[in-house]
């Protein structure tokens, strides 16, 4: 048969139309379709009883309280606890990401024990029993060579029951080295203790104020106990407040503010004292609570005779408007109207602390805000700073010490603190790895990390890990395979917070004291232990006074003896609420202080320079914070990497913000790729073209970047803490780095 | 009265999303994923492949530093009512799949009925619809977490945000158990409504008076995303801010919106 163009196109024309017409494609398509759907490996989960279990969630130093929902014994879905005081039924994406942490791939199953080089990844399981002889082995024989004061333990604070036994540990072994992770509860600590001579930690009314002015402490981004700080904007709202926010970069905090002052960073304790200048010169500040519960607000004589400089003294002769202005770059006019309506707000609270608050900052910075509230008679009052005293329901006897002990324990600290050059800090953390690796005083020969991440979450991590690979023998507690677990020579895994008993510290910021119970919810889904327990363990393993020290039959038999009629009322209620705090002071003078009558440390202006040259390293790189990114020890879920903006996080590049002026500087596009440079080392980004950074600033996220965990988590963008080191505050010691100057180049 | 008993019966469900204060820390959206199983990849960084029902935009006011703002704004399906029920997705889908329940004014999606079409993705002015390109694979265990109430979707089809519609089921059942006809208002809550730490997602029926969004509704900061389409959405938006506003109706000019569009519509 012969095909002519005719035939052809009849042909094409015809099947065309036949094909559409006929439903045997469309039928077939259908039966594709319908039969793929029904792959039998799409899950279905099973069915069964429905319960709730009352808990704590401790995920973060935000200690919230949570309502679990189970089926049958699996974990489906954390939810707010109803009328807790932190969070009042909200949740975070962190809380909400419990059931993936709990049944995640990154878990620890068993103890594990380095087998290959060190960092390589490569285990074997061993059973309990050998991991915590080998750890008893390794301290015993340390502290028979009489180095027992090299044995360092980095915890993430140091309240609570399972911390107090690690403390306990380290005294009794005789090792002055018990590390906590730096944050601004370091500082707030020192001013607090500067200046109302109190051991506790600050807690702030922002339920009751109605001013509240924040010097760049993102306090919707993660701030404090960032649920309960979350709800700030509304309750502003409610008492129709005004908010402040002063911060270089307009961050959600800053446009959520009524007013956003974009100071000039690093320039935030020269406001506050800007303001003080305002509030004193026009004699707006409370007369009552300085002229009557003050000291060092005029000038004084001390003891030995000698005139000391007053607070107001000070201020008016250094911190004019027009001076401020010039170190701020606000305006004269803004600084004066914005200290009136400070001054005159009946119920105004000013906090500080940049961002998610993981970097300590200045003491001066701190003492300028604290003297700033006390200006205004916020010291004590509703809607202003409360002083919570530490706990105190942790009363066990005194340990018996032997000689070793005590020689240990009065060796110096390595990271430097509570003596010579920095005697008010109790923790320098974040300078360990620069005293490690500059050979100082002694070397560390073992290091016990328990819920912490140092290798990830502090600055100058090329640092950290250089100062981890001289410590012969390091132990890691984490329930997750982290960057610190990763280096660790044996892991002995902790349960996870939905399967441990154990009280829980009091919340940073929260005016009220609390206690709390993390109740388990499920039982422990691997071969991991309770720390508390293995603590004892290696304890009873040494033998002795050590073992002496450590009376109880397990950690829940601690518990319980420890906070004794308590127990059943927190296993019930899960919470109890403590009175609340009242005005007092235990200085010297009795007195709210001004200025420290035995340090004379005060409130000051110290500037501290971003790391670099300004010749290589034209901008300044800082880091900003997000509620869908976790910075600290816990990571990320693959629920919160799936939240994140892709104007943040692009394939596994991530988006630093750039000024659209520094970007056509530079010849940089919206989502190219570029080298950003610091004196640390450099990193491949892509730049975000934005408004919300001043021009020649550099903004990166924190929380990206790690490189442990597992494939849904690890390998996406970059830890901002590789590219910056602790630069430390000459009056605490403490890290007070707030950027690092940086180039960026097109690549 | 006969006409009062049909209103008891027929109920709205609406959402009134507070953006002065929504902070966009995105608790909404993972409780929305933990709650009804949303699927994850490895790499969730192409929202257009995503399988998030809730999804947060970033708006900006484009102005220069330091005179820029920025606001985020949920967006959930809006579950439209169109003219009587004419939302844009019901009106295209060929297999009867997704339908507007009068009775709730949820706007359902039936995920066995689906074959994939995705022309109520193409119709829908609000993104809110996502497909499936790949099977749903949890990590070894985590499959252990998935939540009995909402079926696990599998590859090939369109799913969307069904305002925890299983919810309102275990409500209903819950108040038949105890002889009410009636469910209370906080008895049937979204999951993101409860999670959101700031308190700034109101939810229930828009029809009842007695409900929270019926008076924030009227409020002179309310407004809907692309009212001017007539997709009639149920979702409502409350903001101050007076560039939010316009960038939610899309920045037309003639478009009034706060206290002037209100104006305008008591004036017919």
């Known amino acids: 048969m012969k095909i002519d163009r005719r035939g052809f196109l009849a042909f094409g024309i015809g099947g065309t139309v036949g094909t559409a017409l006929t439903p045997l494609p469309w039928k077939l398509m259908d039966d594709i379709s319908i039969w793929s759907q029904n792959w039998p490996w799409t899950p279905v989960p099973p069915k069964g009883e429905v319960s709730h279990v009352n808990s704590v969630c401790t995920l973060c130093p935000g200690k919230c309280g949570i309502t679990v929902r189970k089926v049958q014994d699996r974990v489906v879905k954390i939810e707010g606890l109803e009328g807790h005081p932190v969070n009042n039924g909200g949740i975070c994406l962190l809380g909400l990401s419990g059931p993936q942490f709990l049944y995640g791939p990154s878990r620890i199953k068993t103890p594990l024990k380095r087998v290959g080089k060190r960092g390589k990844g490569r285990w074997e399981a061993v059973s309990w029993e050998e991991a915590v002889s080998e750890v008893a082995k390794h301290m015993a024989e340390l502290r028979a060579k009489e180095q027992a004061h090299t044995v360092g333990c980095l915890l993430p604070e140091d309240q609570g029951s399972v911390a107090q036994l690690f403390s306990r540990l380290l005294a009794v072994y005789g090792s002055p080295n018990l590390m906590r992770q730096p944050s601004i509860e370091d500082t ?39 649920v309960h700080m979350l709800k700030t904007q509304s309750h502003l709202l409610a008492n129709a407040g005004q908010v402040v926010q002063v911060e270089p970069r307009l961050s959600i905090t800053a446009a959520k503010a009524g007013r956003w002052l974009a100071i000039r960073p690093g320039t935030e304790a020269a406001l506050a004292l800007g303001l003080c200048h305002v509030i004193i010169n026009e004699s707006l500040y409370d007369k009552d609570f300085v002229g009557n519960y003050c000291h060092g607000f005029e000038s004084w004589t001390d003891d030995s005779g000698q005139s000391q400089p007053g607070f107001k003294q000070m201020v008016l002769d250094n911190y004019s408007p027009a001076k401020t202005a010039d170190i701020t770059s606000l305006s004269p006019e803004g600084i004066m109207d914005l200290a009136r309506s400070f001054a005159k707000a009946t119920k105004p609270l000013a906090i500080c602390g940049r961002g998610n608050g993981s970097i300590p900052g200045t003491l001066g910075e701190f003492m300028a805000v604290y003297a700033l509230n006390a200006l205004v008679g916020g010291i004590g009052r509703n809607g202003g700073i409360l002083a919570v005293p530490e706990a105190d329901y942790i009363q066990w006897p005194r340990p018996e010490m032997d000689e070793i002990a005590a020689k240990g324990l009065q060796q110096q600290r390595l990271d430097g603190a509570g003596a010579g050059q920095f005697p008010l800090a109790r923790y320098r953390t974040s300078h360990l790895a620069k005293a490690i690796n500059a050979g100082e005083e002694y070397a560390l020969q073992l290091l016990l990390v328990a819920g912490e991440n140092p290798a990830y979450t502090l600055p100058g991590t090329a640092e950290f890990k250089k100062a981890l690979d001289s410590i012969p023998f390091i132990v890691s507690f984490s329930s997750f395979m982290d960057e610190t677990a990763a280096m660790a020579d044996l892991i002995l895994p902790n349960h996870i917070y939905l399967e441990r008993l154990e009280d829980v510290s009091p919340v940073f910021g929260l005016p009220t004291p609390l206690l709390q119970l993390c109740k388990p919810v499920v039982t422990p889904q691997f071969n991991t232990r309770h720390t508390g327990d293995v603590v004892i363990e290696i304890a009873r393993a040494m033998g002795g006074g050590i073992a002496a020290a450590f009376p109880w039959r397990n950690y829940e038999a601690c518990l319980k003896e420890t906070l004794g009629g308590r127990f059943t009322k927190l296993v019930k209620d899960v919470y109890l609420v403590g009175d609340a705090p009242v005005r007092h002071f235990e200085t010297a003078s009795g007195k709210f202080e001004f200025i420290n009558t035995e340090y004379k440390t005060g409130p000051a202006f110290t500037p501290i320079e971003p790391e670099g040259e300004t010749a290589s390293f034209p901008l300044v790189l800082t880091a900003y914070d997000s509620m869908r990114l976790a910075a600290g020890a816990v990571a990320n879920s693959p629920f919160m990497v799936m939240s994140v903006d892709d104007t943040v996080l692009k394939r596994g590049d991530v988006l630093v913000e750039v000024n659209f002026q520094t970007a056509k500087k530079y010849g940089l596009a919206e989502s190219s790729a570029a080298v950003l440079a610091t004196p640390y080392g450099q990193a491949r980004v892509k730049v975000h073209l934005s408004s919300r950074v001043p021009p020649d600033l550099v903004a990166m996220p924190r929380g990206l970047g790690r490189t442990a965990h597992d494939q849904f988590i690890g390998g996406k963008g970059v830890n901002f803490n590789d590219l910056i080191g602790p630069v430390q505050d000459p009056v605490s010691g403490l890290d007070a780095a707030w950027g690092i100057r940086a180039s960026l180049t097109k690549a | 009265m006969k006409q009062d008993h049909a209103q008891d019966r027929t109920k709205k469900y609406g959402m009134i999303i507070d953006l002065d204060k929504c902070t966009g820390c995105g608790s909404c959206m993972v409780a929305c994923m933990s709650e009804n199983n949303i699927s994850f990849r490895e790499d969730e960084s192409d929202k257009l492949l995503s399988t998030a029902w809730l999804r947060i935009y970033k708006l900006t006011n484009e102005k220069p530093y330091p005179e820029a703002d920025v606001c985020y704004l949920p967006r959930p399906c809006m579950h439209c009512e169109g003219h009587a029920g004419h939302s844009p997705c019901v009106s295209v889908c060929p297999a009867t799949a997704t339908d507007y329940d009068s009775a709730t004014g949820i706007v359902s999606q039936i995920y066995t009925r689906c074959f994939g079409c995705r022309y109520c993705m193409a119709a829908c002015p609000y993104h809110a619809r996502v497909f499936n390109w790949w099977d749903p694979v949890w990590p070894d265990g985590m499959e252990k977490y998935l939540n009995p109430d909402v079926s696990v979707r599998m590859r090939g089809i369109v799913e969307k ?36 730490p700031a308190g700034a997602i109101a939810f229930g029926d828009l029809n009842n008076p007695e409900h929270a969004v019926y008076k924030l509704k009227k409020s002179p900061r309310a407004f809907r995303l692309l009212e001017r389409l007539g997709t009639n959405p149920k979702v409502y938006y409350l903001s101050s801010r007076e560039w939010v506003r316009r960038a939610g109706d899309n920045y037309l000019a003639q478009e009034a919106t706060g206290a002037a569009k209100h104006q305008v519509e008591n004036a017919h």
Not at chain 1, 193 to 222: A, C, H, W
């Open chain 2, 161 to 196: 945000c069904s305002f925890c519609y299983h919810r309102l089921q275990r409500a209903k059942d819950k108040a038949y158990a105890e002889g009410r006809r009636e469910i209370r208002e906080a008895e049937y809550q979204t999951a993101c409504t409860q999670a959101c």
């Open chain 1, 188 to 226: 707030y600590e020192l001013a607090l203790y500067q200046m109302q001579g109190i051991i506790g930690r600050p807690g702030f009314d922002v339920e009751k104020t109605n001013f509240l002015l924040s010097f760049g402490s993102g306090y919707l981004q993660g701030w404090g106990s960032p």
